[in-house]
């Protein structure tokens, strides 16, 4: 009897006891979890990291091309307040060839603002700007702007000159130039090709051996139906540039070379 007492009791004792879980239940189910929690976040993360550097959050992308550093330098010096009108339209020219036309219309009124003298680059910037938006007329007038300041630039420098007892002519502004040649290819657009070629042979009396313009000018002849003319051009050219193509062409298509 007491013996059966005393098993009783221990049956009792283990019975109280915590039983283990069985393997492959609740223990696996949550391990499970932790792993797929792991993966989830991992891809969470590395989708966050793509994005990051497609949109240039972690690592903003560095310029590309050389319009583009052009911009970025030319853009920081003008952000420090630069009042160089070369630096201005350095950094305006850039822009239109990005094609930023926008932020190139912004930039000549902020130039034209901040600038002193040499008014003429900015000027310059401005009719190029016109002709590369198609509008010829407005190149037309912003050209002859561009010129007049570069004259009055040239005289001004002429007077400090003759003050310091320079006797030689100073050298034109480029901008004088760049307008020069803007202004004949936006006329002859317009098909006032008479007024174009005048503005080339004013162009050339300060730059006969421009091969360039001599082309130009020859086919705005052959336009306007002076064939000789043209064909005198071409010639000209090719004494400057042997072999250069355009010129060949431009015989060629007169009928002066088979």
């Known amino acids: 009897m007491s013996q059966l007492s005393e098993e009783s009791r221990m049956m009792d004792i283990q019975s109280d006891l915590p039983q283990p879980r069985p393997a492959g239940k609740a223990g696996g189910v949550t391990n499970r979890s932790l792993v797929l929690a792991i993966l989830v976040v991992s891809v969470l993360w590395l989708s966050f990291l793509a994005s990051a550097l497609v949109l240039g959050i972690l690592n903003p992308p560095a310029p590309r091309t050389?319009?583009?550093?052009?911009?970025?330098?030319?853009?920081?010096?003008?952000?420090?307040?630069?009042?160089?009108?070369?630096?201005?339209?350095?950094?305006?020219?850039?822009?239109?060839?990005?094609?930023?036309?926008?932020r190139a219309e912004g930039a000549i009124e902020d130039a034209l603002a901040a600038v002193t003298d040499k008014t003429s680059l900015i000027l310059a910037q401005r009719t190029r700007l016109?002709?590369?938006l198609g509008d010829y007329e407005s190149t037309v007038e912003s050209a002859d702007g561009a010129i007049a300041a570069s004259r009055e630039e040239t005289d001004i420098m002429r007077e400090n000159f003759a003050k310091r007892g320079i006797t030689s002519e100073p050298d034109p502004s480029p901008a004088l130039a760049n307008a020069q040649l803007l202004k004949a290819q936006a006329l002859a657009e317009l098909m006032q090709f008479d007024d174009a070629i005048e503005v080339l042979d004013e162009f050339l009396e300060t730059a006969p051996s421009a091969a360039d313009a001599l082309v130009l000018r020859a086919s705005y002849k052959r336009e306007a139906g002076d064939i000789d003319g043209a064909r005198a051009d071409y010639e000209q050219a090719l004494?400057?540039?042997?072999?250069?193509?355009?010129?060949?062409?431009?015989?060629?298509s007169i009928g002066a070379i088979d």
């Open 66 to 102: 050389a319009v583009e550093r052009s911009i970025g330098v030319y853009g920081d010096a003008v952000e420090q307040g630069t009042t160089d009108a070369v630096i201005w339209a350095d950094y305006i020219s850039a822009l239109i060839a990005g094609k930023q036309y926008s």
């Open 239 to 252: 004494l400057y540039i042997p072999d250069y193509a355009a010129a060949l062409e431009g015989l060629e």
């Open 130 to 132: 016109d002709f590369e």
